[in-house]
């Protein structure tokens, strides 16, 4: 079973920096793709951004830019780096991946559909005030 534990969250203010760390166990050594995603207080999850294995990454358009993906594929482990945070930006942020050798799928489709991932971490709050 895969599981996985983020870290990193914490409470900044407007234009500050935060990085977001994901720890995956379970996995050996199959293809995957993991991602980021969040929910603020009173609206639905949504989407930061998704990474296949191969480096691939899609991100939300309003967040291009600001937030950027990337992974340590040996380690397991995948990072969201957040610049220039706004109160906007103030949600809990879940990590997420698809099971070993699955069907490719774009990392975009995932990014926008709502059961696109099989794995979820229980999330880590990130509060901007202004």
């Known amino acids: 079973q895969v599981q996985l534990v983020e870290s990193g969250g914490g409470s900044v203010q ?7 760390t994901c720890v995956a166990s379970g996995y050996t050594g199959g293809s995957h793709s993991m991602g980021w995603f969040r929910q603020a207080p009173g609206k639905e999850r949504e989407g930061v951004a998704v990474i296949d294995d191969t480096g691939i990454a899609s991100y ?9 993906i990337s992974q ?7 990072y969201l780096q957040m610049n220039s945070l706004a109160p906007e930006d103030t949600a809990m942020y879940y990590c997420a991946a698809t099971k ?9 489709w995932r990014l926008e559909a709502k059961n696109g991932m099989d794995y979820w971490g229980k999330g880590t709050l990130v509060t901007v005030s202004s």
């Open 14 to 20: 407007t234009g500050e920096s935060l990085r977001l």
């Open 60 to 68: 939300a358009d309003s967040l291009k830019g600001r937030f950027t």
């Open 72 to 78: 340590d594929n040996s380690k397991n482990i995948l």
């Open 100 to 108: 070993e050798n699955g069907d490719y799928v774009p990392p975009h």
